[in-house]
């Protein structure tokens, strides 16, 4: 049993935090999903060349994610085996009941995306293998081995304009995933209209970090060779998206402060006594004006790529618990004050237990599982262009 | 002829779009304000009259015993204000007042008041819990009852963040959210709910607002009451007697 700290008066009821480090995990890995694959978009729309070495690998970490975006939800749903009522019996008043489309709707997007982004290198393979594996691509391909030219405008085609449903799909579902926390108009921490486009924004932000860490790992410990040009361009969106981001979230603070409803004594007892380390340390603090200032000097100024991947890499690091504070700091802090206005409680998550750190640690690993397997089918990083450019 | 019936689903395509988004755009509204309660009457209220209170606790108990509430969590419980004269307020509910209380630790002389609120599900007419459950486990009876549908509920505690009242737990044994139901069973067989009938002081009333012999219209007439949190447009059906501001 986990031992509860309280302070005040709480309603009998308020004793515990029912949304457990599940909750704060199902939003933080959404928001790698969407993150990823706006980096993907940007290549696939809005034709950032340099970001081509990442834009197939983007859309496979997206894809990783996705498939474990809900899997926190079932590990902490009372009932669990009817979680697809969601989706059978919704009730449309309810802000939860559509996540079930929307997410649906997202991971048909994105397989799509990846079936048509990969479709030349899976006939490439289906005809270049034997046995079980020709017969493992064959059906990859879905029997088409169709690669003439026509056959592959098309496909790029079509690449496009699933990209281009994609980026508001991932709007969407990571602002709506906001919306689930923010349109709780009993809860002062949470209710606020800005909610969305924090989790948007933060969700961007912690897709891209996600990617640049990934993305040296990769390259510093596997044989591909690390595109200078494109991860200097990845930092670059990193720091703008993470502007706006930070703004966001100063201004919401700044309003609470301001508007000081009845409310706020107790908001405000609750992130100086209870989430002073999260809340002003790291998600305001040092993860937040440290990759501010420094990915400002990693973008502006001159300096040699190896320091300024060293600092840009230290950024994403950074700003990766910077997202992952301010999902624990929404989520949690939620629950840290009592109904009452009147008292606080705590939450100390469990290690073992339904609910606790290892699952929640084996959960998160899961998404790079699933990469490392689908890189033994496919390749991760189309190679050629690297070779040339080194 | 190829053409005109072309033209035609083209045409009968977009009418059906047109109209289908000009209802939405008149009715998306109504529908996200979660106006679950159409066609649903209130025909009751619950009156509790923090005047004649003295926390002795047998509501809480007989809420446990009628319900098989399992320990630490509550359907009602009772909060007890202390109004010093400084200005400052201690509230306390041991146990959801359950077994009583101690006397307060304070000087007679440096308190100004104190009093005990009794707390139990508002069973609102706009419920906040109906709105959020995305299986509709939660729902409305046509008499204004706010009821859980056990067997619905996936358990995703959604209904319990949304309740301004903190009125429901997680019920460990059925892991589905759980609350007062105003002993809907008890109300269906012609029986008042357990909590009424044991309370001493008659300080909780229940009954029928359309029942002009009944304690709920005639008090209803008699005094000025007033509901918990009424700013978050839940609209309670739980009214209060001698309701302190301090209250919430």
Not at chain 1, 51 to 77: D, E, G, I, M, Q
Not at chain 1, 247 to 259: C, K, N, V
Not at chain 2, 24 to 34: E, H, I, P, Q, R
Not at chain 2, 50 to 75: D, F, H, L, S
Request: contains cysteine; proline residues 5%; aromatic residues 12%.
């Amino acid at each position: 049993m986990q031992e509860i700290i309280t302070s005040g008066f709480l309603f009998p009821n308020d004793l515990h935090a029912h949304w457990s480090i599940m909750i704060v995990l199902y939003p933080y890995i959404t928001g790698l999903v969407a993150g990823a694959f706006i980096v993907s978009s940007l290549y696939h729309v809005f034709g950032v060349q340099e970001l081509k070495p990442v834009a197939r690998f983007s859309l496979v970490a997206a894809f990783a994610f996705l498939l474990f975006a809900c899997t926190p939800l079932l590990f902490h749903l009372g009932h669990p085996e009817r979680a697809l009522n969601i989706m059978f019996t919704p009730k449309f008043t309810s802000a939860m009941s559509g996540f079930g489309y929307i997410y649906n709707f997202y991971l048909i997007i994105v397989l799509l995306e990846i079936w048509f982004v990969y479709r030349p290198e899976i006939i490439k393979r289906a005809r270049e293998t034997r046995g079980p594996l020709k017969a493992l691509y064959w059906c990859l391909a879905l029997g088409s081995l169709n690669d003439n030219e026509t056959a592959l405008t098309l496909d790029h085609k079509i690449i496009g304009v699933l990209a281009a449903i994609g980026i508001p799909s991932a709007c969407i579902l990571h602002g709506y995933v906001g919306f689930l926390f923010g349109s709780l108009k009993s809860n002062p921490w949470w209710s606020s209209p800005l909610m969305p486009v924090i989790f948007l924004l933060s969700a961007i932000v912690s897709g891209i970090s996600i990617l640049i860490v990934c993305y040296w790992l990769i390259c510093r410990f596997g044989k591909q060779i690390l595109d200078t040009e494109c991860i200097k361009s990845m930092f670059k969106y990193l720091w703008a998206f993470f502007i706006l981001d930070f703004a966001m979230e100063g201004l919401e603070l700044l309003t609470h402060i301001y508007e000081a409803h009845h409310e706020w004594h107790i908001v405000s007892q609750m992130l100086s006594r209870r989430l002073a380390f999260s809340f002003y340390g790291l998600q305001l603090g040092i993860c937040s004006v440290i990759p501010l200032i420094v990915l400002g000097f990693v973008v502006l100024k001159k300096m040699q790529d190896s320091t300024r991947i060293k600092l840009g890499l230290s950024c994403a690091v950074l700003i990766l618990i910077q997202v992952l504070a301010m999902r624990w700091n929404v989520i949690v802090g939620g629950q840290l004050f009592s109904k009452s206005l009147r008292g606080l409680t705590s939450y100390t998550p469990t290690i073992l237990g339904r609910e606790g750190l290892l699952v929640a640690l084996v959960l998160f690993l899961m998404p790079f599982v699933v990469m490392y397997v689908f890189n033994l089918i496919l390749p991760l990083f189309d190679k050629e262009p690297d070779a040339e450019k080194q | 002829m190829k053409h005109d019936r072309r033209e035609f689903i083209k045409k009968a395509g977009w009418t059906f779009i047109g109209s289908g988004l000009y209802i939405n755009l008149f009715t998306l509204d109504k529908a996200l304000a979660g106006s679950t309660c159409t066609g649903i009457r209130n025909l009751y209220a619950f009156i509790v009259n923090t005047e004649t209170c003295i926390g002795c606790g047998k509501c809480v108990e007989a809420c446990r015993v009628e319900n098989n509430v399992p320990p630490e969590n509550y359907r009602t419980w009772v909060e007890r204000y202390t109004i010093l004269q400084d200005g400052s307020v201690e509230v306390d509910s041991p146990h959801g007042g359950e077994k009583g209380f101690e006397p307060v630790p304070f000087k007679k002389t440096s308190i100004q008041k104190s009093f005990f609120v009794p707390k139990l599900c508002n069973h609102c007419k706009e419920p906040n819990c109906v709105q959020v459950c995305p299986v509709g486990a939660t729902y409305v009876t046509d008499d204004g009852f706010v009821l859980i549908d056990e067997k619905r509920c996936i358990g995703c505690s959604y209904c319990m963040m949304a309740c301004p009242y903190s009125a429901r737990f997680m019920n460990p044994v059925t892991h589905t959210a759980d609350k007062c139901t105003w002993c809907y069973h008890r109300i269906r067989q012609g029986k008042t709910t357990a909590c009424v009938e044991v309370c001493p002081v008659g300080a909780r009333l229940f009954g029928r607002v359309d029942d002009p012999d009944g304690p709920i219209a005639k008090l209803l007439k008699a005094k000025r009451l007033q509901v918990l949190k009424p700013e978050t447009g839940n609209e309670p059906m739980v009214l209060y007697v001698g309701l302190d501001k301090e209250v919430c």
